[in-house]
């Protein structure tokens, strides 16, 4: 399965973004979403952002715990992370990813960047 994510861009500080990443294939809806971000610099790291249950459940980073909602639409095969009241530290290519068995897939990623 394909994951594409949708939505990044540029903002200021305070401002709100929602990007939505998009399965090709349908019947994985069962299985969670995650969001992963990886900025640049001296954070090389892929850092886990949220997971999103089949369900709707959600959990999150200490980091964006408040600040975003991860959500999903099953009917569209589709995740949603809204993320609001940016920062700086926000900035970063976020990833969505979903685990098929053995297998992880990966979106290609989409750039988010926040300045003032």
């Known amino acids: 399965v394909q994951l594409v994510e949708s939505g990044g861009g540029s903002v200021r500080p305070g401002e709100s973004l929602t990007l939505s990443c998009v399965a090709s294939e349908s019947g994985f809806s069962h299985l969670p979403m995650t969001w992963y971000r990886q900025a640049s610099g001296n954070r090389p790291d892929r850092e886990w952002v949220?997971?999103?249950?089949?369900?709707?459940?959600?959990s999150y980073a200490s980091s964006v715990s408040g600040r975003f909602l991860a959500s999903r639409d099953q009917a569209k095969n589709k995740a949603y992370l809204q993320m609001n009241n940016l920062t700086l530290e926000d900035t970063a290519v976020y990833y969505c990813q979903m685990q098929i068995g053995p297998n992880v897939s990966w979106g290609r990623g989409i750039q988010v960047t926040v300045s003032s």
């Open positions: 949220a997971t999103v249950s089949d369900a709707g459940w959600a």
